[in-house]
C-alpha cells in the first residue's frame, strides 16, 4: 500500500464510529427479564433506603456481612486481599463537581454550516453539524476534530454533495454570544484540526500527560453531545493504546473509557480526576447491544501536531515517495523473493528515486532493524523529521545492497 497511507433534514451531527454486530435472542429469553427484576428490587430498595429506621438496619447488615465475610476469608486464604470496607461515595462525587467546575469554561460548542446539493435534482439548501472543542490558549485558539468542521468527514450520504464550511459558530461556557470560528489547519490523517475565533482572555484547558494514564483510574468526558452543551459523563479509563480504525479506515492509538461519548462528544475533552485534558474524544463504537465504548486522541500525541497547524496550518511530514506491497512468507516463495516490503512504484523526484531505490527491490531493514511491513517502516519514519536520513536494506537481484534516504516533506 501507499506509504502515506441526508435526508432533507438539514441537521446532522458528525461523529467517528466503529461499528459492532451481535445477536439479539439472548437478550430477549434471558438478559431483559433480568434486567426488570433487578431494576424492581433496585426501586424497592431505594424507596426503603429513604426510611431512616430501614436505612441504618441496611447499613448494619452490610456491615455485619462484610465483616463475616472477611473472617472467613481470613480462614480460608490468609492472602486475601479483598476489600471489605464500605466506602463513602461523597470523595467521588466532590471529584467529579470540581473537576466539571475546572474544565466546563476550557469546553466550547461548535456549529458549522454547509451547503448541501442533491445529486438528483441538484437543489441547493443549507445543513448544520455540531460538535465540541478545547480552548489551547487565552487568544482564542481551539482544538477539535477534524471531521467536526471538514465536510468530507462529516457525512457519509453520498446522494447529497457537501461544500466546505461556509460557516463556523462557536458558544463559550455560560455565554450566549455567537463567536465566528475561522479555520486555521486541519489534519485529516490524525483527524485534528485547529480553529480560532477573536476573544482575549479565556480559560485554556490544563493539559495533562496521556502517557502515564492507567485503566481503571477516572475519566469524565465533556463537550456537546447531541447539541446539549456543557454536558459532562463520567467514568474510568477503560484501557490504554488501544489500536481502533474509523468507519474511513483511518488508525488511531486511542485511550478506551466507558464515559460516554455520543454525537457532538467529538472534539471535546477526556479529563482525568485533576481535571487535566489527556485526550480529545474522537470515536465510539457502535452496533446492536454495545454500550460505553468510547476512544479518545491521547493529548500527548496532539501537541506537535496543533502546534504545526497553528504554525504553517499543515502538519509537516518526512516522506520516502514508495508504493509498497508487504511480502509474507508464502507470497514471497510463490514469486521467488524474500519476506519483506516489495516496491511497486516509486514517485518521480522523491527521495526514494534521489536516493536509488527501484520498482522490484525488497526492504528487508530500515536503520537496522529488520521489517516485514509497510507500517513497520512508517513507523520509523514517522520518528524522524524532514532532513533526517534513513537507511534501507534491500534485495536487488539476489544482493543485499544498503541506501541512505533524505527525508523529504510530504507533498
Partial sequence: MEENNFNENKNFEPSKTVKATGGTGFGKTVLLPF????????????????VPGIKDNIIKQ???????????????????????????????????????????PSIVAI?????????????????????????ISEDGYILTNNHVINSS????????????????????????????????????????????????????????NSDSVQVGEFAMAVGSPLGLD????????????????????????????DAAINSGNSGGA??????????????????????????????NSTKSIYEQLIEYSKVKRPYIGITGRDLDESLAKANNLVVGIYIISIEDFS??????????DVIIEADGKKITKMDELNEIKNKKQIGDTITVKVKRAGK???????LQEQP
Avoid: M, W
Avoid at 434486567?35 to 429513604?50: K, M
Avoid at 441547493?124 to 478545547?134: L, P
Avoid at 527521495?351 to 527501484?358: D, I, R
Fill in 270 to 299: 477526556l479529563v482525568n480526576s485533576k481535571g487535566q485534558v489527556i485526550g480529545v474524544n474522537t470515536l465510539k463504537l457502535s452496533g446492536t447491544g454495545v454500550e460505553g465504548v468510547g476512544f479518545a486522541i491521547p493529548i
Fill in 230 to 257: 456543557n454536558s459532562v459523563t463520567a467514568g474510568i479509563v477503560s484501557a490504554v493504546n488501544r489500536e481502533v480504525s474509523d468507519d474511513e479506515g483511518n488508525k488511531y492509538k486511542t485511550i478506551q473509557t
Fill in 62 to 104: 452490610l456491615v455485619t456481612v462484610n465483616n463475616t465475610n472477611s473472617s472467613e476469608n481470613s480462614t480460608n486464604n490468609s492472602t486475601s486481599d479483598i476489600n471489605t470496607t464500605l466506602i463513602s461515595l461523597t470523595g467521588y462525587s466532590e471529584t467529579a463537581i470540581g473537576v466539571a467546575k475546572k474544565v466546563q
Fill in 153 to 208: 468527514s462529516s457525512s457519509n450520504n453520498h446522494f447529497y454533495e457537501i461544500s466546505s464550511a461556509n460557516k463556523i459558530t462557536v458558544k463559550l461556557y455560560n455565554d450566549d454570544t455567537e463567536y465566528e470560528g475561522e479555520i486555521i489547519g486541519t489534519d485529516k490523517q490524525t483527524d485534528l484540526a485547529v480553529i480560532k475565533i477573536k476573544k482575549e482572555g479565556l480559560t485554556a484547558a490544563e493539559l495533562g
Fill in 351 to 360: 527521495a526514494a528515486e534521489k536516493a536509488g531505490l527501484k520498482p522490484g
Fill in 400 to 406: 543485499d545492497k544498503t541506501i541512505t534516504i533524505t
Fill in 111 to 135: 456549529t458549522v454550516e454547509y451547503s448541501v446539493n442533491s445529486i438528483f435534482n441538484r437543489t441547493s439548501s443549507t445543513a448544520t453539524a455540531k460538535g465540541s472543542g478545547i480552548i
Fill in 35 to 50: 434486567l426488570c427484576g433487578a431494576l424492581g428490587a433496585t426501586i424497592v430498595v431505594g424507596t426503603c433506603i429513604t
